[in-house]
């Protein structure tokens, strides 16, 4: 059953990350938190069978839905000119009125027509990155197969000739 994000599961991820957030800091954590790092949220719920997925986020964190190396689906964000340096986030203090939970956006996206069926999860420099690549074939391909090393070379290539973002390159691609 597609439920989507409630109030109860906010708040004990809240209670969670602020339970790990009490513990040793450092400057570099306590500085990505005042500019609003960990406040994006993506969730991705399968449907019965597989046939399906729902995917609700707040912030821009992004969802790609592939079919082999073919990009079908982009969630929230679906174009590089959509990103902001002040993406909605999710708020340590639920707003007035809200019930508690933060407004997230929700797709539906159908997944039965798909012969080679993945997702990717990518933060927002890297999504946008990906959406705005012309040889996105290519890259994905690249990404697929990249080492740890060999990501992390393109990466800095990337930021150091102003192609990506310096900003966290988080990635994960399931199949």
Do not use: K, Y
């Amino acid at each position: 059953v597609l439920a989507g994000p409630n109030a109860e599961a906010i708040s004990r991820a809240r209670r969670d990350f602020a339970r790990a957030a009490a513990g040793p800091r450092d400057w570099l954590a306590d500085r990505a938190r005042a500019r609003g790092s960990w406040s994006t949220a993506l969730l991705v719920e399968i449907g019965r069978g597989g046939r399906s997925l729902r995917a609700s986020a707040i912030g821009d964190s992004c969802l790609f839905v592939l079919d082999g190396l073919e990009l079908r689906a982009a969630f929230p964000l679906d174009s590089p000119a959509a990103f902001s340096n002040t993406p909605e986030l999710v708020e340590d203090r639920a707003r007035p009125g809200s019930g508690g939970t933060p407004r997230f956006r929700s797709v539906v996206v159908g997944l039965a027509g798909l012969r080679r069926p993945a997702l990717i999860l990518a933060t927002d420099s890297l999504a946008a990155h990906l959406l705005a690549s012309e040889d996105r074939r290519d890259l994905l391909r690249f990404l697929a197969q990249a080492t740890l090393a060999d990501f992390e070379a393109w990466a800095r290539r990337g930021m150091a000739e102003g192609r990506l973002g310096r900003d966290d390159l988080t990635l994960l691609w399931i199949r």
